[in-house]
DNA sequence: CGGACTTTGTGCATGCGTTCACAAATGGCT
DNA sequence: AGCCATTTGTGAACGCATGCACAAAGTCCG
């Protein structure tokens, strides 16, 4: 174990970070809930196999993912359940505590409001924005609402540092510069929008309709091909089959 | 022209939908709103350049995402935006409506119900779930729901193309061999769980806490890196800074 | 204590997706 | 009619992520 040695040491781990593909990121966050029920469920031990079949994923993969965050197995055995999940916690920034935002109380922002203490811990939400008079000042999962025109005030205040878009699509992109305004450096956006961001802000968007179309795509693609396939069978037999005929199977 | 000669002539341009990169499709779908924007405010001709602004991509990204689904635009002019939008609406199987399940009217189910005819048109949710007898009956957007234990019984017969699972974790598992059970192809993941299926079958993942805490990690990078940064400026003058200091700026 | 077995960590090849850069095509202008 | 400006469509290079396959490392058992 090397005492300080400044240069390589320190930097190193954290350029590290850096180095880490952005997909294996978010499979890291996966592997860490997978590992958390283990650890729950008093689980100590765990193999690259058993942990890469839990989450869905080929083993060489996960044990790649892992060795971007250091090499903290032990070959012959396999890797020890509470060390992963320290270490991915503090590779994930988990840490410390990270205060979010929901702005847009409509369907959306209660469902987000009311996970109280997002899923797997660390994400407080700490302050709630609408533009509903009668939204404002009563509770919703017991944090208040304010009004959207403070956004940029509270957040500079409370240290704010995710901000979730839950409005209707025109109100996004000015809830956005208020974010940004108020030092969010960070926003995660359910609006169907392309946010325009200086390129210090990282965006990240989940967009039900695109994720439904995208759906959308493999049921037809999926027709599609019975319908080759079904065109293929008939032409064995004399090619009767009309070109828009549906095959039901 | 050929003739018969297997492969290439029909199955080409159905095999062509198999050769669209899932990403591009991603894409795609982000595109047709952005068209349809334009289309409702009179604009009838677009370049890539000003198209792949507005969507936030390359432009050169653009015009290959758009070669997927074939030629439709004039060389020196642009593209015509109603062209666009009927060919990547037939591309993504939207010509057909596919009718939506969703299950677990919790707060985010709630959320998805009152979506009603979902964003961009298409998608109907035609039936909702939940376990809860209070919720039974009761209609929730204009939709009545369903016991779970119905769920195949009811896919089945309304010929539901796309399941969305928004049930707490423990459920997830069950009401998705349920939706498959009863023809179910295409499935939308809310619970954070790693889903088991058949490999008929597509399934989608949006994961809150995973998408947090992606956003964490950037947030952790970027401090480490302001961190770094003032390590190399500390040590010009002495390298004075302990280790653990965190850097607040 | 040594050998066999297990499992990690990773170099390497493969494939996919992105980006560049340019030829081909088209419309407009003189 | 011919030329120029413009913009598409795509071949080719590049880069990143995935998956394979194996050496290194460590455990367990006899």
Redesign the interface.
Known sequence: MPA?E?GPS??AA??R??A?P?AA??R???Y???LSAMSEQGVSSVSSEELSA???VNSAKLRKDLSYIGSYGTRGVGYEVGVLVDQIER????T?K?S?AVVGI???G???A??GG???R??PVTALFDVDPDLIGIPVGGIPVHHIDDITAVCAEREI??GVIATPPPAAQAVCDRLVQGGV????NFA?V?L?VPDTV?V?K????????????????????A??DA?ADA?EDG?RTG?DGMVVR
């Open positions: 300080i400044d320190v930097p954290r350029e970070a850096r880490i952005e990121v978010a890291l966050a996966v860490l809930r997978v839990a989450a869905g590779t994930l920034g988990l410390r990270h979010v409509g369907n959306l209660h469902a987000l009311n996970y997002f899923p797997g660390g994400f540092s995710i450096e960070c926003i995660l169907p392309v325009q990282e990240r989940v967009d039900l309709a695109v994720e439904l179309q995208v759906l959308s795509f493999h049921v037809a693609r999926r027709a599609d091909q319908q080759v065109m032409r090619d070109i």
